[in-house]
């Protein structure tokens, strides 16, 4: 029996999806309080096991400079499979590559990055994803 984690933080929330998915909303602004607790949120799943991320940001509008700054100092890239953006606009898809940026700067960038419009999109990318894995390791 698959057993649905939820957890809400400020205006936004996550649930995951087995085996490896967390699908996380973004609705309005993001604080620093709201990056703290995603980023902890990452850490206890991807200390568990890598996972995909999915962020929907098609109802976020801003996310505060302090929280930028934490995501980018407390994010370990090896919890990640892939992050994938849905409906990101520029400034967010900006700012996503330049952290990225800063990772693969200092050799922790693990995971690849996609922006998609769709649900739909980012679970055929994952299917993708997953076979060209399972491709690899045979």
């Known amino acids: 029996m698959n057993i649905r984690r939820e957890w809400k933080f400020g205006t936004h929330s996550a649930h995951f999806e087995q085996p490896d998915i967390l699908w996380v909303k973004i609705e309005g602004e993001t604080t620093l309080r709201d990056a703290i607790s995603l ?5 206890e799943l991807g200390n568990q096991s890598p996972f995909f991320v999915v962020t929907n940001l098609t109802e976020a509008t801003s996310v505060e ?45 693990t995971f690849d990055m996609h922006f998609v419009a769709t649900e739909q999109e980012a679970r055929e990318l994952i299917a993708r994803e997953r076979a060209q894995r399972s491709t690899k390791v045979a």
Request: glycine residues 10%; charged residues 15%.
């Open 39 to 43: 980023s902890e949120l990452y850490g």
């Open 65 to 109: 400079t302090e929280a930028r700054e934490h995501v980018s100092k407390n994010l370990n890239p090896t919890w990640f499979l892939g992050s994938i953006y849905i409906g990101a606009g520029f400034v967010q898809k900006a700012v996503a590559k330049s952290l990225a940026f800063v990772h693969a700067m200092t050799g922790k960038l």
